[in-house]
T-cell receptor, first 109, second 117 residues
Framework: GQSLEQPSEVTAVEGAIVQINCTYQTSGFYGLSWYQQHDGGAPTFLSYNALDGLEETGRFSSFLSRSDSYGYLLLQELQMKDSASYFC??????????FGGGTRLMVKP | DAGVIQSPRHEVTEMGQEVTLRCKPISGHDYLFWYRQTMMRGLELLIYFNNNVPIDDSGMPEDRFSAKMPNASFSTLKIQPSEPRDSAVYFCASITSLAGLNTGELFFGEGSRLTVL
């Protein structure tokens, strides 16, 4: 079964801020990555946290708390083009990534 | 630099036929991964290679599936015989061990959408 849990759907309005949470199993954990996937496209890398704290990349930020086995992706100043699926992925040995089920984000005008 | 290249992009075949999916990783990347994506099961890791050697194939669903990597620039995923439940998007991804654990970034191809009738 899935070793990562994230909400299946989130809806927000343009210009707003949205947070997508992810909890994971700790066994063999190296770090937490986030990917974006538009319909019909390939997953593309957004960010990565190996240590506790916040990583900021433009409008997107990602947070990790290893003690809580928890992370989140924060999207600010939402735009229509941000409508996509967002996946958290747990890094493990051998550069293996195990993906969560994905969160479908719908941005409305 | 070209990204990960997969072919075919789309394939429609009939149950029982053999399907071969192909992948060319990014030059210099020594890890190659095959993932399958469906609505029901999400993104599943099927198998991955390091320096052309299969490391973990525990995700391969059954003996009908096989994967090879004869050299550093080419890998195949074969399904024989194919079944309707194999319908999915199959992604190939690659990474260099030099970055790997420090970046958490896999580079994905555009995927091969397989439909088995």
């Amino acid at each position: 079964g899935q070793s990562l849990e994230q909400p299946s759907e989130v809806t927000a309005v343009e210009g707003a801020i949205v947070q997508i949470n992810c909890t994971y199993q700790t066994s063999g954990f190296y770090g937490l990555s986030w990917y974006q996937q538009h319909d019909g496209g390939a997953p593309t890398f957004l960010s990565y946290n190996a240590l506790d704290g916040l990583e900021e990349t433009g409008r997107f930020s990602s947070f990790l708390s290893r003690s809580d086995s928890y992370g989140y992706l924060l999207l600010q100043e939402l735009q229509m083009k941000d409508s996509a699926s967002y996946f958290c992925a747990r890094g493990g040995a051998g550069n293996m990534l195990t993906f969560g089920g994905g969160t479908r984000l719908m941005v409305k005008p | 630099d070209a990204g990960v290249i997969q072919s075919p992009r789309h394939e429609v075949t009939e149950m029982g036929q053999e399907v071969t999916l192909r992948c060319k990783p990014i030059s210099g990347h020594d890890y190659l991964f095959w993932y399958r994506q469906t609505m029901m099961r999400g993104l599943e890791l099927l198998i991955y290679f390091n320096n052309n050697v299969p490391i973990d194939d525990s995700g391969m669903p059954e003996d009908r599936f096989s994967a090879k990597m004869p050299n550093a620039s080419f890998s195949t995923l074969k399904i024989q015989p194919s079944e309707p439940r194999d319908s999915a998007v199959y992604f190939c991804a690659s990474i260099t061990s030099l970055a790997g654990l420090n970046t958490g970034e896999l580079f994905f191809g555009e995927g091969s959408r397989l439909t088995v009738l």
